[in-house]
């Protein structure tokens, strides 16, 4: 078999300094790369075809930003109640981590939900 010749170990990475910023900070950071990447693939344009007639008024927010939170959310795992939805909505690291301006309520959320029934009317 043969040796790695490659250096691993001159790539070190120094602190030069330690200051202030203002970026938003989050523990949360895979979430930012599964939104981008749920916004990449065509799933949404299904999304938005199937499920689109749900969006009864065009002041809420459209259905495509609404499954980003909840696949979101659900991948997240830090709660399964969805009160937490409103502690979410006061964090401003989740909003820029999501890519979004807006984030959905808990009561746009089970509005959400009770729009759906067993018979679905095409």
């Known amino acids: 078999m043969a040796k790695d010749k490659r250096n691993k170990g001159k790539k070190e990475q120094k602190i030069?300094?330690?200051e202030q910023t203002d970026?938003?900070?989050?523990?949360?950071?895979g979430l930012g790369v599964f939104a981008c990447?749920?916004?990449n693939i065509s799933l949404f344009s299904i999304i938005?075809?199937?499920f689109?007639?749900?969006?009864?008024?065009?002041?809420?927010?459209p259905i495509t930003e609404l499954f980003v939170q909840l696949l979101c959310f659900f991948m997240d795992?830090?709660?399964?109640h969805l009160s937490w939805f409103d502690q979410l909505k006061t964090d401003a690291a989740y909003a820029d981590l999501l890519g979004t301006g807006r984030l959905a309520s808990s009561h746009a959320v089970k509005r959400f939900f009770q729009a759906f029934s067993f018979c679905r009317i095409y």
């Open 37 to 39: 990447y749920l916004r």
């Open 23 to 29: 970026d938003h900070l989050t523990g949360r950071a």
């Open 52 to 61: 689109g007639t749900i969006r009864k008024s065009s002041k809420g927010l």
């Open 16 to 18: 030069s300094a330690i």
């Open 77 to 80: 795992g830090t709660s399964r």
């Open 48 to 50: 938005d075809r199937k």
